[in-house]
């Protein structure tokens, strides 16, 4: 007896194990198929999420993301909207309901049915596609037993005993060789596949508490989980903030994976019930989609750092990395957190992530919070010194407040966890920006990436002190390595743009800027950026459109066009100053006068600027910067460098572009 089963213009031949329209086969996944038959077998009912999983995946073990991207696969093969569905309804937190009229059509088979094909499921085990499948429940699943009531007609007679067992056990032979072959050859191609693993993306956790005010918890875990693996040396896994702009994305794993040039990706979702956490995670290898390995955890919040360094091991073992004993001690040395501590850690990642206003000082708070709850949680006190120098990148904070607050708590961080790379790259950021402490930024740095080689940040702030120096190859080879990690950092990117600016690279530069206003169109950063770079080529009017989007008046950019020397703009400048009220930026100053030829005055306003420590993150550029390329032959600047403890000028020549 065959059984097909047409809704609209489709129709389902069970013992074919095919999906057809209009006549049609359509492409679709062996397991999704199993799933769309027993969601009509069983029509009109709503199945639970785990009753599903235990029926159409049976003893493999899965988790709810492989059912998720089941039904997504479904959904795209029916064109069905999720939101106004016509086939597969979904009950929320509960499961799925199939609701479409089906008619059932049965006949006799022609002829026999051929062997069936053997498919291979998550997990690993074999299963037939005619094989039962036994239903959680009560009955079985009657669409895809094995045909009956057919007639066996051997093709050789079977009168001699003796030749029968002599052909049964050659039958039997081969049959086996041919067992063990296949399963050599999956088991050899496994192997190379997880040899092939070198790279990958950890997507954001899904939550399924079906809570939205625990988002936090699920990218918490997330960030943690991308941690633990971006410690391990040999794999090179992409940094959180990319990662989460695939956060609710409808794009498929392979095309998220083409994007991120990575090998396979690690998704899963996370569970809360009190106290207790379940992190269920799935590695899928791309681009053929394949689930590779699945496994769940489950704990107290408290041993949450715990359950996600057993994640990283696990894929570590699974992909056949191997660990250094360093990363190993690093994954094993775990200790228990206070779950409010931890909580409130969460929300600090959280809203140091949204990039919102007032979200820097909501999470300095949650993380002094964290602190305060457990004083022996590191990576609390390095959430706190990132947020302080936020706060003093965003001009909240004067530079000697934020510092020095930032400078206690990342001393604490490394008393509590001499083993955190992100520690040391937030004092090797405090020494390079705030300190200039130009040998100690370096080894910090260099130390942070021995411990977290996949630290963006560590590779950023490193190829910025190589490009102050004048190492511009360096430099831009460890701004390479940080943008692969982080390709969708907009500021990554920007500040790329304006280390290749520093370099005199100015073509590349332009590209780097675009790259960055394709991601964010209308961030006032790259668009200054952009606009400077034009200027510096001589292209004033591409410069004047990207100012003028950033917001700068025409008088403003009037003054930077004189600065610029550009032909036929004169006075704007004093102009503009005899105009102003009250104190103006120092180095600004310093580099208007020196442009326009008045040395003297440019000199005064750098001991000035010094004096006043109001600009030292973009003091530490002078050695390399355009802007005073017009002082570089006078002895005063040399001995300014000197004094100040900036490094000396690079003994390379540099193409004036201003």
Same mark, same amino acid.
């Given at each position: 007896?065959?059984?097909?089963?047409?809704?609209?213009?489709?129709?389902i031949?069970?013992?074919?194990f095919r999906?057809c329209?209009?006549?049609e086969?359509l492409?679709i996944?062996p397991?999704?198929?199993?799933?769309l038959i027993?969601?009509v077998?069983n029509r009109?009912?709503?199945l639970?999420r785990?009753?599903?999983?235990?029926?159409?995946?049976k003893?493999?073990f899965v988790?709810?993301? *492989?059912?998720n991207?089941?039904?997504g696969?479904?959904r795209k093969?029916?064109?069905?909207?999720?939101?106004e569905?016509r086939?597969?309804?979904?009950v929320?937190?509960l499961?799925y309901r199939f609701?479409?009229?089906?008619?059932?059509?049965k006949?006799?088979p022609?002829?026999?049915?051929p062997?069936?094909?053997q498919?291979?499921?998550?997990?690993g085990q074999?299963?037939?596609?005619g094989?039962?499948l036994?239903?959680s429940?009560?009955?079985?699943?009657?669409s895809l037993?094995?045909?009956?009531g057919i007639a066996?007609?051997?093709?050789v007679?079977w009168?001699?005993?003796?030749r029968?067992?002599a052909l049964?056990?050659?039958?039997?032979?081969?049959l086996?060789?041919?067992?063990v072959?296949?399963w050599?050859?999956?088991?050899t191609?496994?192997v190379?596949?997880?040899?092939q693993?070198?790279?990958?993306a950890?997507l954001?956790l899904?939550?399924?508490?079906?809570?939205?005010?625990q988002d936090y918890?699920?990218?918490?875990?997330t960030?943690e989980?991308?941690?633990?693996?971006g410690?391990?040396?040999?794999?090179?896994?992409i940094?959180?903030?990319?990662a989460?702009?695939?956060k609710?994305?409808k794009?498929?794993?392979p095309?998220?994976?083409?994007?991120?040039n990575?090998?396979a990706?690690?998704?899963g979702? *996370?569970?809360?019930?009190?106290?207790?956490?379940?992190?269920?995670t799935q590695?899928?290898a *791309?681009?053929?989609?394949?689930?590779f390995w699945a496994?769940?955890?489950?704990g107290?919040?408290k041993?949450?750092?715990?359950?996600?360094n057993?994640?990283?091991s696990?894929v570590a073992?699974?992909?056949r990395?191997?660990?250094?004993?360093? /990363?190993?001690?690093?994954?094993?040395?775990?200790?228990?957190?206070?779950?409010?501590?931890?909580?409130a850690?969460?929300?600090?990642?959280f809203?140091?992530?949204?990039?919102? =206003?007032?979200s820097?000082q909501k999470?300095?708070q949650?993380?002094?919070?964290?602190?305060?709850l457990?004083?022996?949680?590191?990576?609390?006190?390095?959430g706190i010194a990132?947020?302080?120098?936020?706060?003093?990148d965003?001009?909240i904070?004067?530079?000697?407040?934020?510092?020095?607050?930032?400078d206690?708590?990342i001393?604490k961080?490394?008393?509590l966890d001499?083993?955190?790379?992100?520690?040391y790259?937030?004092?090797?950021?405090?020494l390079?920006?705030?300190?200039?402490?130009?040998p100690?930024?370096?080894?910090d740095?260099r130390?942070?990436l021995?411990?977290?080689p996949n630290?963006?940040s560590a590779h950023?702030?490193?190829?910025?002190?190589?490009?102050l120096?004048g190492?511009?190859?360096e430099?831009i080879q /460890?701004?390479s390595?940080a943008?692969?990690?982080?390709?969708l950092?907009?500021?990554?990117?920007?500040?790329?743009c304006?280390m290749?600016?520093?370099?005199?690279?100015?073509d590349q530069?332009i590209a780097k800027c675009n790259?960055a206003?394709?991601?964010?169109p209308d961030?006032?950063?790259?668009?200054e950026?952009t606009?400077?770079?034009?200027?510096?080529?001589?292209?004033?009017?591409?410069?004047h459109?990207f100012?003028?989007?950033a917001?700068d008046?025409a008088?403003?950019?009037g003054?930077?066009?004189e600065?610029h020397?550009?032909?036929?703009?004169k006075g704007?400048?004093?102009?503009w100053l005899r105009? =102003?009220?009250?104190?103006q930026?120092?180095l600004f100053l310093?580099v208007?006068y020196?442009?326009?030829?008045?040395?003297?005055?440019?000199?005064e306003?750098l001991?000035?600027?010094y004096e =006043?420590r109001s600009?030292?993150?973009d003091?530490?550029?002078?050695?390399?910067?355009?802007?005073?390329?017009v002082l570089?032959?006078?002895?005063r600047?040399?001995a300014?460098?000197?004094r100040?403890g900036?490094?000396?000028q690079?003994?390379?020549?540099f193409a004036?572009t201003?």
């Amino acid at each position: 007896m065959t059984v097909r089963y047409r809704f609209d213009d489709l129709e389902i031949d069970v013992q074919g194990f095919r999906l057809c329209r209009g006549g049609e086969a359509l492409t679709i996944e062996p397991k999704a198929l199993n799933l769309l038959i027993f969601l009509v077998e069983n029509r009109g009912r709503l199945l639970d999420r785990r009753g599903l999983i235990d029926t159409v995946w049976k003893e493999a073990f899965v988790t709810d993301h *492989v059912l998720n991207r089941a039904i997504g696969q479904l959904r795209k093969v029916l064109d069905d909207d999720p939101k106004e569905p016509r086939y597969i309804e979904t009950v929320h937190t509960l499961g799925y309901r199939f609701i479409a009229e089906v008619e059932t059509v049965k006949s006799e088979p022609v002829a026999p049915s051929p062997a069936i094909a053997q498919i291979e499921p998550e997990g690993g085990q074999a299963v037939t596609s005619g094989q039962q499948l036994e239903k959680s429940y009560g009955a079985s699943h009657p669409s895809l037993q094995p045909n009956q009531g057919i007639a066996d007609t051997p093709s050789v007679p079977w009168t001699h005993p003796p030749r029968r067992m002599a052909l049964l056990l050659g039958c039997t032979l081969l049959l086996a060789a041919g067992v063990v072959a296949l399963w050599m050859k999956a088991r050899t191609s496994r192997v190379l596949n997880a040899a092939q693993i070198r790279s990958l993306a950890v997507l954001p956790l899904e939550n399924l508490s079906g809570d939205a005010s625990q988002d936090y918890l699920a990218d918490g875990m997330t960030d943690e989980l991308i941690t633990g693996l971006g410690q391990i040396s040999a794999l090179r896994v992409i940094s959180r903030t990319t990662a989460m702009q695939y956060k609710n994305a409808k794009k498929s794993l392979p095309q998220i994976a083409k994007e991120l040039n990575v090998d396979a990706v690690v998704e899963g979702s *996370v569970v809360r019930s009190g106290d207790r956490i379940r992190i269920a995670t799935q590695l899928i290898a *791309v681009p053929a989609d394949k689930q590779f390995w699945a496994h769940s955890y489950e704990g107290n919040l408290k041993d949450a750092l715990a359950l996600e360094n057993q994640v990283a091991s696990a894929v570590a073992d699974q992909i056949r990395i191997a660990l250094t004993p360093g /990363e190993k001690m690093q994954l094993a040395g775990t200790r228990q957190v206070n779950p409010r501590s931890y909580e409130a850690f969460l929300k600090g990642n959280f809203f140091e992530q949204s990039l919102k =206003q007032g979200s820097t000082q909501k999470a300095l708070q949650s993380y002094q919070q964290s602190a305060q709850l457990d004083p022996n949680f590191a990576p609390a006190y390095v959430g706190i010194a990132r947020s302080y120098n936020y706060l003093v990148d965003q001009e909240i904070l004067p530079i000697g407040e934020g510092t020095a607050d930032a400078d206690t708590a990342i001393a604490k961080a490394l008393e509590l966890d001499p083993g955190s790379g992100e520690a040391y790259a937030g004092r090797a950021y405090n020494l390079l920006k705030f300190h200039w402490d130009f040998p100690g930024a370096e080894r910090d740095f260099r130390h942070a990436l021995e411990l977290d080689p996949n630290a963006s940040s560590a590779h950023w702030g490193l190829g910025n002190y190589f490009v102050l120096l004048g190492r511009f190859d360096e430099g831009i080879q /460890e701004m390479s390595q940080a943008e692969a990690l982080d390709p969708l950092s907009v500021p990554l990117k920007t500040n790329y743009c304006e280390m290749l600016r520093l370099a005199r690279r100015l073509d590349q530069a332009i590209a780097k800027c675009n790259a960055a206003l394709e991601l964010n169109p209308d961030l006032p950063w790259t668009l200054e950026a952009t606009g400077e770079i034009y200027e510096e080529k001589r292209e004033y009017s591409e410069a004047h459109k990207f100012w003028s989007k950033a917001g700068d008046n025409a008088t403003t950019i009037g003054v930077w066009d004189e600065i610029h020397m550009v032909p036929g703009v004169k006075g704007t400048f004093d102009t503009w100053l005899r105009k =102003q009220k009250g104190p103006q930026n120092a180095l600004f100053l310093s580099v208007a006068y020196a442009n326009l030829g008045r040395k003297d005055q440019a000199f005064e306003w750098l001991e000035k600027a010094y004096e =006043q420590r109001s600009d030292l993150p973009d003091m530490i550029n002078m050695p390399v910067e355009p802007a005073f390329d017009v002082l570089r032959s006078d002895p005063r600047f040399d001995a300014f460098l000197r004094r100040a403890g900036l490094p000396p000028q690079p003994s390379i020549h540099f193409a004036q572009t201003w």
